[in-house]
């Protein structure tokens, strides 16, 4: 995925030149005489294809677009893959290229608030746009045995997470197995004793690469023969596995160190003894994890009734998510605004999984359940005196003052202070 990653903007003056309609959102409707701002985005994509620079497709937004449209366009323009029937299993990751600064971008997020409240950060050019699947389903296996083109993206998504984050941490064993699995799945007319014969392997080894297998660590860490005799060996395993076997079996492996369908966050719950706890969010609700001990559910996605996030003054944030049947909500002290949002953005996209739609569950302070955009806001501590009683504005740092007594009013412009 390499290659330019800036987006670019300017202005559509032309309504009548051509367009590519697959970039066009459904509700876009452009006037004889109109003139919308435009801006492209580019969002990077994983695929088979070796030629990592072609791995982007440039979505021409119009004014009014939100994120939802982006994916849309993405998934239905065929770049990905055919036939998609899960799209509510995927997301957008707004990624600084120079930081570890992430963002998973809301379906409902607008385009233009996109740009008022992230890009304005740092400079176009080192923001990236990734399409990922986030909400994973608990038989994820089964549940995309109907979507060939989701189970390879996803397939392709977790091997990549593994090249670049884990590879160099498992063992020698399981690194031999993984890469000699992707062997297999990629080889898939290969013959099975296809690795026995020198040149086949050396074509392996020389024209492809076994840094696209293997990690650097394992390849440097032995001498050529000896890691070739391993390679063979280890691949005899496998060598009659058809593709979704491969993949099956990748995901069982890995899975024995890592999570590949939870998400871990380190927060602390609110009510009660303040305990600092893991909150994991995955397919089968949300838990809390303490030490080594067994997970304990605190939530399914089906009882959640709304979600919302606020910023503390001391640069915290409070993530509070509803549940129906409990006494009191479940609130916990998140580390930062963002990290608080990018775990509101997971429970929600896992309720819209859970009911199959798109209706989103996350709330505006004091405005109720909204579909659309997500608001945070500020909380500040009530003030009052004997003079002066403040008032927070929900969505503002200012105050209302009402005076409860003032020698240069009469009575007909008073207001009482109870009122």
Not at 248 to 276: D, M, P, R
Not at 384 to 390: D, G, I, L, Q, V
Request: some cysteine.
């Amino acid at each position: 995925m390499s290659g330019d990653v800036s987006t670019l903007t300017w202005r559509s003056m032309s309504p009548t030149s051509p367009t590519d309609s697959s970039d066009m959102s459904p509700t876009t409707h452009v006037g004889r005489d109109s003139i919308f701002p435009v801006k492209i985005i580019k969002v990077c994509f994983l695929s088979n294809s070796s030629n990592l620079g072609k791995n982007f497709k440039l979505v021409r937004c119009e004014e009014g677009w939100t994120i939802k449209n982006v994916i849309h366009t993405v998934l239905s323009s065929g770049c990905v893959g055919p036939d998609i029937k899960h799209s509510l299993c995927y997301g957008l990751l707004l990624k600084h290229l120079k930081s570890s600064e992430m963002h998973w971008l809301h379906p409902d997020l607008t385009v233009t608030e996109l740009t008022h409240r992230y890009e304005q950060q740092h400079i176009e050019a080192e923001w990236r746009y990734d399409l990922r699947i986030r909400y994973i389903p608990s038989d994820f296996m089964e549940t995309f045995m109907d979507d060939r083109t989701t189970m390879l993206y996803f397939y392709q998504q977790v091997r990549s997470d593994y090249m670049q984050n884990y590879a160099s941490k498992v063992s020698d064993g399981m690194a031999l197995q993984l890469g000699c699995l992707e062997i297999r799945r990629f080889y898939k007319d290969m013959n099975p004793n296809g690795l026995e014969k020198k040149s086949n392997f050396e074509l392996l080894e020389k024209d492809v690469g076994l840094d696209l297998f293997f990690p650097r660590e394992l390849i440097d860490s032995m001498k050529p023969k000896q890691l070739r005799r391993l390679i063979q060996q280890t691949f005899q395993s496998y060598s009659t596995f058809q593709q979704d076997q491969c993949m099956a079996k990748f995901f069982t492996t890995l899975s024995q160190c890592y999570s590949i369908t939870e998400e871990s966050y380190g927060c602390q719950l609110v009510h009660g003894w303040n305990l600092a706890i893991d909150l994991v969010i995955g397919s089968a609700g949300i838990s809390q994890q303490m030490d080594n001990s067994k997970p304990v559910c605190l939530a399914k996605f089906s009882d959640v009734r709304s979600i919302s996030c606020t910023a503390e003054p001391d640069g915290r944030a409070l993530l509070t998510v509803h549940i129906e049947g409990s006494k009191q909500p479940l609130a916990v002290n998140i580390s930062s605004l963002t990290v608080a949002e990018n775990m509101a953005d997971l429970i929600d996209g896992y309720c819209r999984l859970e009911g199959k739609a798109e209706k989103s569950l996350m709330i505006r302070p004091n405005k109720g359940t909204i579909t659309g955009k997500i608001t945070v806001v500020k909380r500040h501590e009530a003030k009052a005196s004997r003079h002066t009683s403040k008032v927070p504005l929900c969505c503002s740092d200012i105050y209302a003052e009402i005076p409860e007594q003032t020698a240069k009013y009469d009575d007909n412009h008073k207001v009482l202070h109870n009122d």
